[in-house]
């Protein structure tokens, strides 16, 4: 299934994040939500740059960054496919996601002059989905 | 063609109208499948930029080449692949808009009648009417029609949606976007409306008083100006000095706001070392950033 580029995506030009992680950004967001599946076709580089209204050096960049981050894959000939989540990494390298986000976690709570304990049953609720 | 020239190139150019400066040393080349917007204030020198391009105005030193051919003697040859809409377009006023359309096409070789159908009904254009009769918005629209039909290699629009009601410019942003889809062409769009310089510019030239003041990929200006948010618990700085590549600075208290250009990462992680505070980088938009460059 191939989506449908104006539908689905969105660009907000002035909002001051560039227009290419925007469309990254929502790539991701729509293949955690369920509403992208792997082995979905992304729309043509040019029918997102006129279906929005953008560049389409734009689109190339969003579309060449999420392949190199194993979102997506080049299909010679057809497009950009999305791919099946990368659970065959070792899990050290997956724990490499999430890092820069615990990170900052870790420094505002310092901020905050927190305990351990609070920031653990803080982070309690969002891990509710995963396994033991 | 020299083959290192790209389509569109610019040396140490300069023009001045009698004892006043328009351009002073201005210098930058295009690439091809590049759409650059040429941003600055009025009486910046973009015109005088397009005009010198186009060979319409004589430089008063430096050269500038479009497609390998200098400014001031473009062969036929090469002005049938440039297309050109100029600020206040004119065109024969006691034809019609069908016969304005088929007099320029006789000029070119590569005339898209079928483009020609589809703009006229893209635009509402009704192609019986005399063009004096045009609004000046309708005929800024014939004049984009005009420049776009020969489908040329260089596009080189002065402030073209400038007339245009939002409905009509979304069209135009819509048609160029197609025209520069195959990523051979090389376009320079001058404008004032910054959210569709970010919409369908691949790079960005400021001119500020005749000089070039910036000329980057878009995302490369972007992620260069960058709005810093201080927060600390002692009080901040009335100002800044010593610090590198601040254009603007407002403090005082336990809390600041300032913009920085250059390397944002490096000037955030010394404030937030040197003054004990929070630092959160925030993105501008190309308006903020162009207002912050001219300050």
């Known amino acids: ?132 | 063609m020299n083959a290192a020239c790209q389509p569109v190139e610019v040396r140490h150019l300069s023009k001045s109208f009698g004892t006043k400066p328009a351009l002073t040393d201005v210098t930058l080349s295009l690439a091809p499948g590049t759409v650059t917007g040429l941003l600055g204030r009025n009486g910046a020198g973009k015109t005088t930029l397009i005009k010198c391009l186009l060979g319409l105005l004589r430089p008063g030193a430096g050269e500038s080449r479009v497609l390998g051919e200098r400014s001031g003697d473009l062969s036929p040859g090469v002005k049938a692949r440039i297309g050109y809409v100029p600020q206040e377009p004119v065109i024969y006023p006691w034809m019609r808009v069908r016969q304005g359309i088929a007099y320029q096409g006789a000029f070119y070789e590569t005339w898209d009648v079928g483009l020609t159908e589809d703009l006229l009904k893209t635009f509402e254009l009704d192609p019986r009417q005399r063009i004096g009769a045009l609004s000046v918005g309708q005929l800024q629209k014939l004049a984009i029609l005009l420049a776009l039909a020969c489908r040329p290699e260089v596009l080189l629009l002065d402030e073209p949606v400038a007339a245009l009601d939002p409905e009509g410019r979304r069209h135009f942003l819509r048609v160029l976007l197609d025209l520069v889809a195959d990523g051979t062409r090389t376009v320079l769009l001058s404008t004032h409306i910054t959210s569709d310089v970010e919409r369908v510019c691949s790079h960005v030239a400021i001119l500020k008083d005749g000089k070039l003041l910036q000329m980057a990929e878009m995302d490369e200006l972007r992620g260069s100006v960058k709005e810093l948010r201080l927060a600390a618990s002692r009080p901040l700085p009335e100002a800044l000095p010593g610090v590198p590549g601040v254009l603007s600075y407002r403090g005082g208290g336990s809390s600041a706001v300032l913009t920085v250009q250059g390397d944002v990462p490096a000037v955030a992680a010394r404030l937030q070392r040197e003054l004990a505070a929070e630092v959160t980088v925030m993105d501008l938009s190309l308006e903020d950033v162009f207002l912050e460059l001219h300050r």
């Open chain 1, 1 to 132: 299934m191939t989506l449908a580029a104006e539908r689905l995506l969105r660009v907000f030009p002035s909002s001051g994040v560039p227009i290419y992680r925007q469309l990254m950004d929502q790539v991701r967001a729509l293949l955690l939500s369920g509403q992208v599946r792997p082995g979905d076709m992304l729309p043509s580089v040019r029918a997102v740059a006129l279906g929005l209204e953008v560049n389409p050096m734009t689109v190339s960049k969003a579309y060449s960054l999420l392949e190199a981050e194993g979102v997506v894959e080049r299909v010679r000939g057809t497009g950009m496919r999305v791919c099946p989540p990368r659970s065959g990494l070792p899990a050290r390298d997956r724990v490499a996601g999430v890092r820069p986000l615990l990170e900052q976690v870790g420094a505002k709570a310092q901020q905050l002059a927190l305990t351990r304990r609070q920031v653990r049953e803080a982070l309690e609720p969002y891990l509710k989905g995963l396994t033991e």
